[in-house]
Antibody
Framework: QVHLVQSGSELKKPGASVKVSCKAS????????LNWVRQAPGQGLEWMGW????????TYAQGLTGRFVFSLDSSVSTAYLQISSLKPGDTAVYYC??????????WGQGTLVTVSS | QSALTQPASMSGSPGQSITISCTGT?????????VSWFQQHPGKAPKLMIY???DRPSGVSNRFSGSKSGNTASLTISGLQTEDEGDYYC???????????FGGGTKLTVL
């Protein structure tokens, strides 16, 4: 079966960093682009950007600050989202989603990142 | 770049039909064949319901249909069922700027 499996929930203090993982199983990671989408509590979906899983080149949504970094480890079929200098406003569920060119056809289960002192 | 515009909430009775609109611009919906719709239940990941404006993934009920006219896409759900209750999001690929954009979401209540 085809899955994207994300790492578990995180509770972090302001100023800390977090790294969320997204492991592809049942398909070859490099065959599809990989996107990151966040959803703040009670809010809608926000596209954060994507990573070219062939080249590892990330593209970030306009307005997304340099605190967010997308990366890959193709040897373990895993994509990563790292957020540094965490703020309470970063509290959200972060999803990875496979981009089948025409749509996001496969989603991870989501990772809740809570930033609180 | 602004999100696509959806009604915040809609409601319907079981058996009725309902249409959710999603309005964008000539840089997204108006210039894209890649308009999608997602259903999200509380605490769950979004699920793809419609892609490429009107196509349904395998396993999605044919009660769900999509269309587009100009800068506005629509999702129609016919024969509403209680399990259709949830949040619905549209999405479009963009011809310039950010690769993808989402709508603000519509909360559907089946009374």
């Amino acid at each position: 079966q085809v899955h994207l499996v994300q790492s578990g929930s995180e509770l972090k203090k302001p100023g800390a960093s977090v790294k969320v993982s997204c492991k592809a199983s049942g398909y070859t990671l490099s065959n599809y682009a990989l996107n990151w989408v966040r959803q703040a509590p009670g809010q809608g979906l926000e596209w954060m950007g994507w990573i070219n899983t062939n080249t590892g080149n990330p593209t970030y949504a306009q307005g997304l600050t340099g605190r967010f970094v997308f990366s890959l480890d193709s040897s373990v079929s895993t994509a990563y989202l790292q957020i540094s200098s965490l703020k309470p406003g970063d509290t959200a569920v972060y999803y990875c989603a496979r981009d089948h060119t025409t749509a996001f056809d496969l989603w991870g289960q989501g990772t809740l990142v809570t930033v609180s002192s | 770049q602004s999100a696509l515009t959806q009604p915040a909430s809609m409601s319907g009775s079981p058996g009725q039909s309902i249409t959710i609109s999603c309005t964008g611009t000539s840089s997204d919906i108006g210039d894209s064949s890649y308009v999608s719709w997602f259903q999200q239940h509380p605490g769950k990941a979004p699920k793809l319901m419609i892609y490429e404006v009107s196509d349904r993934p395998s396993g999605v009920s044919n009660r769900f249909s999509g269309s587009k006219s100009g800068n506005t896409a629509s999702l129609t759900i016919s024969g509403l069922q209680t399990e259709d209750e949830g949040d619905y999001y549209c999405s479009s690929k963009r011809s310039s700027g950010d690769r993808w954009v989402f709508g603000g979401g519509t909360k559907l209540t089946v009374l």
